[in-house]
Structures are given as C-alpha cells and as structure tokens.
C-alpha cells in the first residue's frame, strides 16, 4: 500500500533552519510528482510547489522562493524540504502529498510540525 | 492565481440530513481540475473526489461532486457522525495550485 511518513516534529529558533523528509513506499517513486503543502496553526491549505521526482526539477509557488528548497534523497524514494533562516511565520504543519500525473494529491504523509520559537 | 471561495464557512447539521458545499472559483477551472478533501482534526487530508465528480478510492457513495467551469458543489447526501469535519476543494488545472479556505460541517 502506498506510505508517506514523514520525519518527526522539530522545534528551531529563529533563524535556524530545517530540514524535513517524506519517505515514499508503495509505488514507483519516479512515476508520480511529490508536492508541499503548508498549513499554519488554526489556517487552511496552501500549495507550496512541486518537484519532478524524474528529474529533480522544483517549482515553486509565489512566497516560496528563496528560503525554501525541495530536493530528493541519494537513498530511496525520500523527499525533503529545507527551510532557512526559518521565522516564527513558518510555524506550521508541513505535509509532502504524492501529485497524480494530472495533479490532485491521492496520498498525504501524516505531517511534521514545525515549531519556530526562542 | 485562481482564487477559491467556498460557502458557507460552517455548516450545522443532523446526523441523517444532506449536506451541500459550494466552491467558487475566480476565472474557469480548466478541464474540471478540481479536488475536494476532508481533513479532522489532528489528521491529514484526505482526497475524497478528483475530476470534479470522481470519487477516489474507498470514498463512500454518499459522497458526489458536481460542476464545471467556476462552480462546484461536493454533496453529502446522509451525514454520518465520521463526516464531520472540514472539507476544502482544490483547483489543479493551473499553476498554482490553489485551496479554497474551507468549509467546516459541524454537529447542529
């Protein structure tokens, strides 16, 4: 059965950054894009962006650039989202979700907490 | 950017009774890209139907969606006590991506 899990709940200070990981089983990795999803405490869904788990290429939506970065693991079937110089703002529920070939989410990793606090 | 407007933003209602969301969307949704998820508290969402009207795998019947262009409606058609919860429609047609703010269905 297709599994997103998702690295545990982190707690950083400003400034600090973060790295969180998506392990994919279940499927064939290369065969369906992975996306971020942010979601702030008490707040809806927003899209962060995308990457091309083929080649590698992220996309980015408009107020992630910058500080944030998608890439993919040298292990197996593993996402990640890096976050720099991370502000108390990115306190969130950051969830990767597998991207059918069309682009609706059908699997959702259990989601990391991010805390950003002194 | 598409902007999703969903209506009401909490709905009351009876275990049993009928539940109908609405999803607004700025400019056409192109090729009925649109998603509708439910998500509880403390857990993930949860694709429920793609495609404006397909239900994804293992969704009850119960659940439907409908509409094309800018507006979609996700209906409920007898509320069980498990179908509680907030529900957000997603168009996937045109970057970005985007999620309306969500609909809860609360307990009347």
């Known amino acids: 059965q297709v599994q997103l899990v998702q690295s545990g709940s982190e707690l950083k200070q400003p400034g600090a950054s973060v790295k969180v990981s998506c392990k994919a089983s279940?499927?064939?990795?290369?065969?369906?894009?992975m996306n971020w999803v942010r979601q702030a405490p008490g707040q809806g869904l927003e899209w962060m962006g995308w990457?091309?788990?083929?080649?590698?290429?992220?996309t980015y939506a408009q107020g992630f650039t910058g500080r944030f970065v998608f890439s993919l693991g040298t292990s197996v079937s593993t996402a990640y989202l890096q976050i720099s110089s991370l502000k108390a703002e990115d306190t969130a529920v950051y969830y990767c979700?597998?991207?059918?070939?069309?682009?609706?989410?059908?699997?959702w990793g259990q989601g990391t907490l991010v805390t950003v606090s002194s | 950017e598409i902007v999703l407007t969903q209506s009401p933003g909490t709905l009351s209602l009876s275990p049993g009774e009928r539940a109908t969301l609405s999803c607004r969307a700025s400019?056409?949704?192109?090729?009925?890209?649109l998603a509708w998820y439910q998500q509880k508290p403390g857990q993930s969402p949860r694709l429920l139907i793609y495609?404006?009207?397909s239900r994804a795998t293992g969704v009850p019947d119960r659940f439907s969606g409908s509409g094309s262009g800018t507006d979609f409606t996700l209906t409920i058609s007898r509320l069980e006590p498990e179908d509680f919860a907030v529900y957000y429609c997603?168009?996937?047609?045109?970057?970005?991506?985007?999620f309306g703010q969500g609909t809860k269905v609360e307990i009347k």
């Open positions: 979700a597998r991207g059918d070939s069309t682009g609706y989410d059908d699997y």
């Open positions: 279940g499927y064939t990795f290369t065969r369906y894009a």
């Open positions: 990457i091309n788990t083929n080649t590698g290429k992220a």
């Open positions: 400019q056409s949704v192109s090729s009925s890209y």
């Open positions: 495609g404006a009207s």
């Open positions: 997603q168009q996937y047609g045109s970057s970005p991506e985007t």
